[in-house]
């Protein structure tokens, strides 16, 4: 009885294994969709003031074969200049007076979306729009749209590095017109996109957009935006990040022009333009919090 009770026993100890793994629950199936918002605030106070704030949101979604990305963001400093004169007939005798000047000296908006559509497991397709505003820049609004073709040359869990080219129109609102400044015009443009983690909580991100007038090749744009995320926890981690602008042809401001010999008040005849630098750069140290 014994030997014919063995083999009943092991399928009744089969069974039971068996049906405890279909027990199991069902694993979470991946979501499709991620969220990323970034902030960086400081505030001084006292004997000098100022306040800077900086904020980005990041989110996609991705199908089997397509990806929709959209961010937005922004940098805003405002500084307080103190001015202080003294007077009086003698040393003992003194009013100081002060006055403070207050004047946003950053202020950068921007706001971009993306398609891509996989053709082969490396070719794609994509579209894209942005826009965005940089006062101190000389730039009220600026609009971008192009599409085009792209390639994933590395597409690997640990890393991605992508390339593209592409056509598009560009429409540019300046904060002065000056003469023969181009504010509409074709474009083409050439993006490379690069990201590497390292270990199990760092990620490095670099991206690289120019982008070309078809009415004049000098009047190029080239943004370089690059960051290093460190994972905290599950849901946040701190970023450093550093974006180079450049604009071969920079827009111009208006500078005021006093009367000479100087009133008082002093009087203000009109305006010339000054052409800003080429070049802005940008460096940021944010809160990320992942949804």
Known sequence: MTGARTPLLLLALTGTALAAQDAKPAET???????????????????????????????????????FAFNAGGVRVGTTTFNRSASGPDLNNVTVVQTETAATTTENYFANLRYDHNITDHLFW???????????????????????????????????????????YTKIKPVLMTPGFEDSFGTWSFGASFEKKFLAASLFTSNLQVTDSLKNSKDYLGVWQNALTVSMSGHIALQAGYNITYKNIPASVGVDVIQTPVATPPVVIGQVPVQLKKTDTVFTTSLVITF
């Not at 990323?36 to 100022?50: E, H, Q, R």
């Not at 820049?137 to 991605?160: C, H, P, Q, V």
């Open 126 to 168: 994509f579209g894209a729009a942005g826009w965005d505003r940089n006062v101190p820049g000389g730039i009220d609004s600026r609009t971008i749209g192009n599409a085009g073709l792209g390639y994933w040359w590395i597409r690997e869990d640990r890393a991605k590095f992508r390339t593209d080219l592409g056509l598009g």
């Open 29 to 67: 199936p991946k979501r499709p969709w991620t969220d990323k918002a970034s902030l960086s605030f400081v505030s001084v106070d006292g004997n000098a003031k100022s306040q800077s704030l900086g904020f980005a949101n990041e989110y996609k979604y991705t199908w089997s074969d397509a990806t």
